[in-house]
């Protein structure tokens, strides 16, 4: 049982490039989530999802895309890469909603926008 | 949307003492509040938790109390050790929603 693992651990991205996050979860999870994380500012939510097929967006979704095609899979798709974007990104997931709910996050993607 | 504020954000300890995070929050209506641990390089892991129902909860060393009264919340660590460094968040739901809103985080160092 790996949980929640992620692809890249570390990418470096020009600007204008584009780039796929990947997300994989083996627990069964319902629900899926893209966080970002910048320094001193805690996990702002990007995306999530309730369910496969059915997607939403979070505080931040501005400049990213999400799919949800299977229950393990959850990839998030940056288009045109901008400084703005460095961050690190966590993928998590859990079994019911709400917000109410342990979330099992991934080990996290570092991405640099140069 | 609910709005989580977390102090402090740094915060230095010897070996041995204890360890006070506390955290405000916006939404009256929210009634579960959970406290994640992030270790250097990883991600975050929910360490413990508690709901509307009760004022207090512990598991060994850490207890969280809320007061819904005064809209805050806060995460004991008693006896603190070296492997208690991390950074602690804080989090709250947002009433209807599937989102949780977490606090900016504190970085706990224990010093040997």
């Known amino acids: 049982n790996a949980g929640v693992t992620q692809t890249p651990k570390f990418r470096i991205l020009k600007i204008g490039q584009s780039m796929t996050l990947q997300c994989t979860q083996d627990?069964?999870?319902?629900?899926m989530y893209w966080y970002r994380q910048d320094p001193g500012m805690g996990l702002k939510l990007i995306y999530y999802s309730v369910g496969a097929g059915i997607t939403d967006k979070g505080e931040v979704p501005n400049g990213y895309n999400v799919s949800r095609s299977t229950t393990e899979d959850f990839p998030l798709r940056l288009e045109l890469a901008a400084p703005s974007q460095t961050s690190v990104y966590f993928c998590?997931?859990?079994?019911?909603?709400?917000?109410?709910?342990?979330?099992?996050f991934g080990p996290g993607t570092r991405l640099l926008v140069l | 949307g609910e709005n989580v504020e977390q102090h402090p954000s740094t915060l230095s300890v010897q070996e041995g003492d204890s360890a006070v995070i506390k955290c405000t929050y916006s939404d009256s209506a929210s009634n579960y509040f959970p406290w994640y641990k992030q270790e250097l390089g990883k991600g975050p892991q929910l360490i413990i938790d508690?709901?509307?129902?009760?004022g207090e909860k512990k598991d060994q060393r850490i207890a969280v109390t809320l007061n819904k009264t005064a809209k805050h919340f806060s995460l004991h660590i008693t006896e603190t050790q070296p492997e208690d460094s991390a950074v602690y968040f804080c989090?709250?739901?947002?009433?209807?929603?599937?989102?949780?809103?977490f606090g900016t985080g504190t970085r706990l160092t224990v010093i040997p």
């Open positions: 508690i709901r509307s129902n009760v």
């Open positions: 998590a997931s859990s079994y019911y909603g709400g917000g109410k709910e342990t979330q099992y």
């Open positions: 627990m069964n999870h319902n629900y």
């Open positions: 989090a709250a739901p947002q009433t209807g929603a599937n989102n949780l809103f």
